[in-house]
């Protein structure tokens, strides 16, 4: 390999690591920042039937899974999935049934245990199948 050769590589490669140095720092500024504090949102559950529930929820919690766990409507799942809210499971493997988690009827690109709640949000979770 020519000494051109072996330099374009190290250029290139000191390229890459600054683009995604880069990249990093704008996810990080961009991204939705925890509130602290006293909050009060709405969460919203519905059924494989499409009843829906709404539950009022006061939470010093800069999550949303804290602050369900907080209510008792989700327990925590060490693998990082939550199968049950409220008292309704999903089973992928019986259904193919899983949570949709929407912010104000808007799909979520965060899961439960990182999406950051500000007060007056107002969150849905909709059994769905497939």
Do not use: R
């Not at 990080?28 to 919203?44: C, L, R």
């Not at 008792?72 to 060490?78: D, G, N, P, V």
């Amino acid at each position: 390999m020519s000494k051109k050769q072996k330099l374009l590589i190290m250029v290139g490669g000191a390229i890459l690591v600054a683009l995604a140095a880069g990249a990093l720092l704008l996810w990080n500024g961009f991204s939705a920042k925890p509130e602290e504090g006293s909050k009060s949102i709405v969460f919203e559950l519905v059924d494989k039937e499409g009843k829906s529930e709404e539950f009022e929820i006061s939470t010093d919690a800069e999550y949303l899974a804290d602050a369900l766990v907080e209510e008792k409507l989700i327990t925590y799942a060490s693998d990082g999935y939550y199968t049950t809210i409220g008292e309704i499971t999903c089973d992928w493997a019986a259904d193919q049934s899983w949570w949709c988690i929407t912010k104000g009827g808007e799909m979520t690109s965060l899961g439960l245990n990182d999406l950051p709640i500000k007060d007056g949000d107002h969150y849905e979770a909709t059994y769905t199948i497939g």
